[in-house]
């Protein structure tokens, strides 16, 4: 079932009495013999506009200030929250107009990940996005030559659009994971917001540099498309090439390896949705194959790299600013994600900043759940 993505108007705004105009004030100050069945007695004009406005004008302001927060930049709502929504983990809409009840912290450090840029304090997703990744980590490090992650953007603590990048991220299922090799040391806190990934390309071109993307990225980015409830993973067309001539016979994780532009300083994961996140809504699945064939081609020529010409505005118009998503635009649960409690201690915020064993003691942890198939 999906959630209503309007809001609807509350009842009492159109309900009888609740005109605060003259006639109102008249048709309640009726002399007795005129007055209509629930007015019980003759009452003084005076009197009649102060029971108005005292029955009226509580729940109209509290109905007004509700629009207002509808039209607000969702980012700048959203943007705002240090915290998760203290509710049942639920991803809430699609990837791109949607938001996040519940998100659990990937720990800054694990036994096999670090996570970058914390003062972006967007290292929170879904339950089963932070499980896939510490497995995912834990895993590539025992059998993939792959020494852990370096994570880069998750998702805000109650998901939604962010202030600055990613028009997707907004439902806690995605993740981009560096293409830089993690070193053995910890990364400063400092380090975490300076250090740079790297680009696989050969400058200048659409190809991989051959000693940058070794056969342990091949391995890292197959692991994890083949994990089940992986819904698609982004890569650069340059790539995807590279894994297709790489792959062998056994071809069906490429499917789930999308060509995008970007996406060569980092891989983007995309999880389906939780089975139980009513309203989530997934992407339409890949079409079949392993997409190495005409489309990756077609990435690989110019067509899709030609500047696009700027629309020229007609004579006489001013060009129109790109319309913000609004909270009203988002699905009507997400407004109780964002006036929800905040999830932790007695209502503090949680540090994203929390080592990996802090966790489980500062939040109530849903129990593990399997990933989806
Ligand atoms: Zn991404």
């Known amino acids: 079932m999906g959630q209503p993505e309007q809001e609807q108007r509350p009842a009492f705004i159109n309900r009888p009495g609740c005109k605060t105009d003259k006639t109102q004030v008249r048709a309640w100050s009726r002399p007795q013999s005129q007055a209509r069945p629930y007015q019980l007695r003759h009452i ?19 109905i007004n200030s509700q629009p207002l927060a509808a039209q607000t930049a969702a980012k700048k709502l959203f943007g705002k929250k240090k915290a998760p929504a203290n509710l049942q983990a639920r991803a809430i809409g699609s990837y791109a107009k949607g938001c996040l009840a519940g998100g659990r912290a990937l720990s800054i450090d694990g036994p096999a990940w670090q996570a970058m840029r914390l003062s972006r304090n967007r290292n929170w997703g879904h339950p089963q996005l932070i499980a896939f990744l510490e497995r995912l980590a834990l895993d590539a490090k025992a059998h993939d030559g792959w020494n852990g992650l370096l994570v880069g953007d998750l998702a805000q603590p109650r998901g939604g659009p ?9 439902i806690g299922l995605d993740a981009d994971i560096w293409l830089r090799p993690m070193p053995e040391r910890r990364f400063s806190r400092q380090e975490r917001e300076k250090v740079s990934a790297i680009s696989m390309l050969k400058k200048g071109t659409r190809s991989i540099d051959q000693n940058k993307f070794t056969m342990a990225h091949f391995r890292l980015i197959k692991r ?23 792959a062998g016979a056994n071809r069906a994780w490429l499917r789930q390896v ?15 949705c939780p089975a139980d996140s009513v309203g989530c809504k997934n992407q339409a699945p890949p079409p079949t194959g392993d997409g190495c064939g005409k489309e990756l081609a077609w990435w690989l020529s110019d067509e899709p790299w030609k500047p696009k010409k700027p629309k020229k505005p007609k004579p006489g118009t001013k060009p129109k600013p790109r319309r913000q998503i609004t909270l009203a635009d988002l699905p009507q649960a997400c407004s109780a994600v964002l006036d929800a409690a905040p999830y932790g201690i007695a209502g503090q915020a949680i ?8 966790i489980p003691v500062l939040l109530q942890l849903p129990k593990a759940r399997p990933l989806q198939n």
């Open 258 to 272: 999308r060509p995008w532009y970007g996406h060569h300083y980092h891989f983007h994961v995309r999880m389906g």
């Open 162 to 170: 962010m202030l600055t990048g990613h028009a997707s991220h907004q």
């Open 44 to 62: 003084s004009k005076r009197a009649a506009s102060m029971a108005i406005m005292l029955i009226c004008s509580a729940p109209l302001m509290m």
């Open 224 to 246: 994890a498309a083949s994990t089940p409830g992986v819904a698609r993973i982004f890569v650069h067309p340059g790539i995807k090439k590279a894994l297709c001539d790489r």
């Open 351 to 358: 540090s994203p900043q929390s080592g990996y064993q802090q």
